[in-house]
């Protein structure tokens, strides 16, 4: 039987550049015998039902054509159902599908993936901060980066990965470590500061910073990575390392597993996927074998 994929577009990813092939995507899809249905939301609110009510017609796959906002989207539509998510990386960042092994550079060799329909069974994890509560697949970052976050979020020029660059570099000038109270599995609590706490499913978050190297998506645990208090110059000097993952040889960083973290901070919002989830306190939980993926 012909297989009905439902997919879900995001038409700002990248800026809007890579519309050009959603048209190319659908031919490919459609050739490999798919059925398709095209979801476009007038926003993330609206694109989320949608792709609930999508989810709940039981197509064989929803499938995201975007970057790692736009999977955060989906994995809330498909998770604790047995509806498989396919992923088309069209996005600036594309983490969570690296992490999985999906083709980042060939939309043609990720609509083959997706027609393949091998579905592999992964975590996802739960976070909650004040009234919001919601699914992440990838990482959730607290500290320095979501500050940058917020504060590229806020920029209207320049576009893409450069607004990064330039919030950082404005954050940097006033920043001073935080003080965390960090509660591993309900137990242990270490009161420290640092420059930024990541709670992450998988290993890599904006656009291949590696934070969680060794981070599995199915192993059944979080990796939380604690970066300990540094100098403005001893941080631009690690920040490259982040990169490589060769920053967790550092004395200020430390790497535990859990299967659950609770975050209390100060004047920190935090950040599931890219996407804005709210300010600390939070609490992250790991849900084993939530996800399916094309894969």
Known sequence: MSPHLALLVNPAARGGRTLRLLEPVARRLRAGGAELSVIVGDDSADALER???AVAERPDALVAFGGDGLVHLAVQAVAGTDVPLGIIPAGTGNDIAA???VPLKDPMAAARTVLRMRPRVVDAARVRAGDT??????VVCCGFDSRVNERANRLTWPPGMAKYVVAMAQELRGFRPIPFRITFDGGEVIEREAMLVAVANTRS???GMRVCPDAEPDDGLLDVMT???LTKREFLRTF???YRGTHTGL?????RRVKSVTLEAADVVAYADGERVGPAPLSCKIQPGALRVLT
């Open 51 to 53: 792709a609930c009510t």
């Open 240 to 242: 490259p390392s982040v």
């Open 205 to 207: 978050y904006g656009a």
């Open 99 to 101: 992490a999985l092994g």
């Open 227 to 229: 970066l300990g208090a």
């Open 133 to 138: 509560e919601e699914l992440f697949a990838g």
């Open 251 to 255: 004395p200020q960083v430390s790497i």
